[in-house]
């Protein structure tokens, strides 16, 4: 059982509440949180200006291609994809075990506890298996050739199975369905369901381009000439309104949405879906801004997530709502920046189904501690001094131990 004590601690509770000169105290779980706590065998105080708030959680990550940097082509949606389809090969074959490791670290060291990862061929688990992060893995469906479904899905199944023999306290498995204009109806209900009934999350891709808006809506644009150059098909296989009611019943977040429309995001909320917004890969390939105020006045609970070095330069969840607090200009920084944090903590737990998120009894001890360069005299000013202003944490726990 451990005490540690720090000038701020930032608990991310329901009331948002910050406890000056506080104290937490936690094994496994976290124990108990406040001010004057009891004594403990181990007390250690953190420093002048420390803080001590909830470790952080990316949400969404594409681990498998962290081995670009100059590789792909940014500014387009589509030219990105024509890039990535090309150099796809080249990517997965150069990034092997320090290619993962120095992701995860990337992420580690920034106070990152936990993941979310896609994963489209599998390929990545001998690397993930052993992360000291925890992990959620998602195993994603891609394919539209109504001839080739059974085949698709028995290969996904091959590798759902692969994953769920390694579930433990740091490893869950969930579902993905690439996006709506990239896997076959059939093959997404199959998909679905089978996390409706193992009770999984799943992450899908929706709405990220306006050549997905056109696509879906009218069967025009720029998708009807990627998909009658890569694919021969030439029309879309499901409405957008259609796309998000089979997610009925789940437990899923869709990514990006910065076309969706207003129907769309009720529709999301209805069906008790979440909205990730990774707004560093939507600034490089240059497809606009998710409505923050939109979706919150909606009332749907967003997540922040770096997306994958496909699409960003970093996986670093400080830099990432940093640049989402410098990029959402109409928005005030003071609560935008209460809001990003959320965004990376506890809305980012609720999204993929963990214990943690937040310090509050009985919670997973996923903490992180680290300095500010000065003091803070009024608190309310805290969340934003935080973000510009931190990089690096100076502790990670997750469960309760030292990372």
Excluded at 1 to 29: C, Q
Excluded at 140 to 149: D, H, L, S
């Amino acid at each position: 059982m451990i005490k540690l004590k720090a000038d701020y601690v930032l608990t991310m509770d329901s009331k948002y509440s910050i406890i000056k000169n506080g104290e937490i105290i936690f094994d496994e779980k976290i124990i108990d949180i406040g001010i004057n706590l009891q004594k403990t065998k181990k007390e250690v105080y953190l420093g002048k200006n420390s803080v001590i708030m909830p470790a952080l959680i990316n949400s969404h990550t594409h681990l498998e291609f962290s081995h670009n940097k100059t590789l792909l082509k940014y500014g387009d949606f589509i030219i990105w994809l024509d890039s990535v389809i090309e150099n796809r090969e080249e990517l997965f074959i150069n990034c092997k075990g320090e290619c993962y490791k120095k992701a995860i670290q990337e992420m580690k060291e920034s106070g990152v506890c936990a993941y979310g990862e896609i994963s489209s061929t599998g390929d990545d688990l001998r690397y993930i298996k052993h992360s000291p992060l925890k992990v959620v893995y998602f195993n994603e469906i891609i394919g539209t050739n109504p001839a080739v479904v059974d085949m698709l899905y028995q290969d996904f199944l091959a590798r759902f199975e692969e994953s769920l023999k390694l579930q433990n306290e740091k490893f869950k498995v969930g579902v993905s369905i690439h996006s709506p204009y990239s896997v076959h109806p059939i093959l997404m209900e199959k998909v679905i369901n089978l996390a409706k009934i193992n009770n999984l999350p799943i992450q899908t891709h929706f709405m990220e381009s306006k050549a997905e808006r056109s696509w879906l809506d009218k069967g025009e644009g720029e998708f009807k000439l990627f998909f009658e150059k890569n694919f021969k098909n030439a029309k879309p296989l499901i409405s957008p309104i259609e796309f998000i009611e089979k997610f009925k019943n789940s437990h899923t977040t869709f990514i990006h949405c910065v076309h969706a429309n207003d129907n769309e995001f009720q529709k999301i909320k209805e069906i008790g879906g979440y909205i990730s917004h990774c707004p560093v890969s939507n600034r490089l390939l240059n497809v606009g801004l998710l409505d923050l105020e939109k979706i919150k006045n909606c009332g749907i609970e967003y997540n922040v997530a770096t997306d994958g070095l496909s699409s960003n330069y970093s996986l670093n969840l400080f830099k990432e709502i940093r640049a989402a607090l410098l990029m959402h200009t109409t928005l005030h920084p003071k609560y935008l920046a209460k809001d990003l944090l959320k965004a990376v903590t506890i809305n980012a737990a609720k999204s993929l189904n963990l214990n943690n998120g937040s310090l509050e009894k009985g919670k997973d001890a996923d903490i992180i501690t680290f300095k500010l360069p000065n003091s803070i005299k009024e608190t309310e000013n805290l969340p934003l001094q935080i973000i510009l202003h931190t990089n690096k944490v100076d502790k990670l726990y997750i469960n309760g131990k030292e990372v």
